[in-house]
């Protein structure tokens, strides 16, 4: 292979493997709640995913973002990569840790639905949970900045079919926590795995790799990591409260329904994602491309969300007829919505991708903001008047309204010429 395709070729490889792994996980995922709605009831179920929720928030808060800082500086860290990555391990730990603690404390206040979290075994589990879920999607980064994808979709089977196992098996002696609980197990088993395989031989088969003199040779800097957390909080916060909001405002039974629904839908965001994170690697190994690589990125997977609206729009009450009759009659609208809307958040994503790759934090942090809080805004007013559905309906005119600015203002994101960052600017490259 030349060496002028090889940034052509891994961006799609990586690209559709991680999309394999979406679409693989989001079926053990499916087929996952499907069980638990079958052998647990709706309000166990309504609690659970909002407990997981707050779980994955938690961790989303404590792990810093650091996921997208490796994507962008593990393929070129060299011998650096074992000192980084333990390092980004250890930070996320300690504060995702400290956080659930914070959050258990405080949820009389905030979430009283979750108060049986509070019970001290439970509530360690649920401490232990969201630490082990901080280095878990931590390790995704990882694995996909060292090139390695393909465990990315073993490491998520793993924990997809532990997943699934555990919550039978606790059905029958924790039938109001045994959803939660199967989540806890399963995490610390795969994150044992996969690091195993990290530090035995992708760290040192990686240290011994020559570097690529197209590479960007650059590290983390504060600035950068800071203005990437920022943003990554503002995603975190539109995403991860709306299960605590539904449950709050309309009861465990629609949260039920919501959480389901968007699930599904939301699987097709995890394709975007998936090509953006493949974009930002390649984007680090060769940044001379990263203009063709953002077009291949928006007309590949465009062609996919075609596809997947498709289905997703015309089978919506079958998908979702899997969990329940009610969760078919209650969410087929929201699901047709997220799907829809997933379209515009591809233009968003390639976006965001973009500027990270070019170390554009000012503009990452602006795209970010102005979409969450116009999503949240709008899902908050709507929620209300159409139910569940008017989340979905929020999250679609945010995204396309978002996007078509974006659009208009290619410039800002969509480099057309090459352009050099100092090296000693912290990572805060505004546009010219």
Excluded at 111 to 123: A, I, K
Excluded at 359 to 376: Q, S, Y
């Amino acid at each position: 292979m030349s060496p002028g395709r090889q940034p052509k070729d891994h961006l799609l490889r990586t690209g559709h493997v991680l999309t394999f792994n979406s679409l693989v996980t989001a079926a053990l995922g499916a087929g996952y709640w499907a069980l638990a709605a079958r052998w647990y009831d709706t309000g166990a179920v309504g609690r659970n995913y909002s407990a997981v929720s707050a779980m994955m928030l938690l961790a989303g808060v404590g792990q810093l973002n650091l996921t997208n800082v490796l994507l962008r500086f593990v393929p070129t860290a060299g011998e650096r990569t074992r000192a980084l990555v333990s390092k980004a391990y250890l930070a996320a730990c300690v504060f995702t840790a400290f956080l659930a603690g914070m959050f258990l404390f405080l949820v009389p206040q905030i979430s009283p639905g979750l108060q049986f979290l509070r019970e001290p075994l439970l509530g360690g589990c649920f401490v232990l949970a969201t630490a082990a879920y901080a280095v878990f999607v931590i390790q995704d980064g990882v694995l996909t900045g060292l090139r390695r994808p393909e465990w990315v979709v073993w490491e998520n089977a793993v924990f997809a079919v532990g997943k699934i196992v555990l919550v039978g098996l606790l059905a029958v002696v924790a039938k109001s926590t045994g959803i939660l609980l199967s989540w806890a197990i399963a995490l610390v088993f795969a994150i044992s795995l996969t690091n195993g395989f990290l530090y035995a031989r992708a760290f040192p088969r990686h240290a011994s790799n020559p570097a690529d003199e197209r590479a960007d040779p650059s590290r983390p800097t504060p600035g950068y990591v800071m203005a990437d957390y920022v943003a990554a909080l503002f995603w975190l916060a539109a995403t991860a409260l709306l299960p605590i909001l539904v449950l709050n405002r309309l009861g465990p039974d629609q949260a039920a329904y919501f959480s389901l629904a968007w699930l599904a839908g939301f699987s097709l965001y995890q394709l975007n994602a998936s090509m953006g994170e493949s974009l930002i690697v390649e984007a680090a190994n060769d940044p001379a491309q990263l203009p063709m690589q953002c077009r291949r990125v928006l007309r590949h997977t465009g062609m996919l969300l075609l596809a997947g609206t498709v289905v997703l729009c015309a089978a919506a009450p079958l998908v979702l007829r899997v969990f329940g009759p009610d969760y078919a009659q209650n969410g087929a609208g929201l699901l047709r919505l997220v799907a829809l809307s997933a379209f515009p958040n591809l233009v968003i994503i390639t976006a965001v991708s973009a500027c990270r790759a070019q170390r554009r934090m000012r503009v990452l942090v602006g795209i970010l903001a102005v979409v969450c809080t116009l999503a949240t805004a709008l899902s908050l007013m709507l929620l209300s008047a159409l139910g569940i559905a008017g989340v979905g309906a929020g999250w679609l005119i945010a995204q396309t309204v978002v996007a078509a600015w974006l659009w208009w203002r290619k410039p800002l994101w969509l480099p057309v010429r090459d352009r050099s960052a100092s090296p000693t600017d912290g990572g805060l490259v505004g546009p010219p």
